[in-house]
């Protein structure tokens, strides 16, 4: 079996002062094996994004321990989490947070800079991952000239560009009509297949279930359902 890529033990997360705060997320367990392609399920307030932030090293956990290839990011040092962040994971946030005043490529390379040391060759790999998912006639289009599936791509191709082992996408379908969001589950497909990343997509979106290779869910952060195989 290989070793999972992540490890989520008994991870709480709460907002706000005692007496008066929010427990977001609630004791949580569960692991992510390489290449798997999982659902976070839950409906709107259940603790996904926050779950997901903390996978991500945007966030620490207030109690347990989460391992991202190993490393505790609970305890890591600033600037190590953020090294890890920028080089083991491609966040989709949710509503695509591109740069307006950049185009599509610029936006993709734009992942370069939180690299320690800038690849000089972000430009020839933005475009290449932008060609590959059918943007070639994009590259120099500002964000307010690209439809909303065009810019969940761009967002996509961002978070592909430093060769990440786990992408992590939060609502990637919202506001996507069907056909773009058959597009964003078969580009995150892909993604597993070509180049064994694990994939966590946070949803409340039921169809896009057939994607995945396993299904989690959550409500009012605490995990239901850690047993659910699709055949
Ligand atoms: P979801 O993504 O499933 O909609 P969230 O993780 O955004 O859920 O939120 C879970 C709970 O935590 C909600 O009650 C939300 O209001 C609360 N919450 C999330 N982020 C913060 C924050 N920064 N400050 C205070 N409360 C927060
Ligand atoms: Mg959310």
Known sequence: MTAPVIEADDVSRSFGKSGTEVLAVHHVSFRVSDGELL????????????????????????????RVQGKEVGTLPSKELARLRAETIGFVFQGFNLLSALTAWENVALAGDLLPR?????????????????????????????????????????????????ILADEPTANLDSENRDMVASLLRQ????????????????????????????????????RKHLP
């Open 39 to 66: 659902l976070l399920m839950g409906p709107s307030g259940s603790g996904k994004t926050t779950l997901l932030a903390m996978l991500g090293c945007i966030l620490r956990p207030t109690s347990g321990h989460i």
């Open 118 to 166: 800038r690849p000089r060759n972000m430009h020839s790999r933005s475009v290449e991952i932008l060609k590959n998912i059918g943007l070639g006639h994009r590259l120099y289009h500002l964000p307010e000239n690209l439809s909303a599936g065009e810019k969940q791509r761009v967002a996509f191709a961002r978070a592909l560009v430093n060769s990440p082992r786990i």
């Open 191 to 226: 993604a597993v297949k070509e180049q064994g990343v694990s994939v966590i997509i946070a949803t409340h979106d039921e169809r896009i279930l057939q994607a995945a290779d396993r299904v989690i869910r959550i409500e009012d952060g605490q995990l239901t359902d850690d």
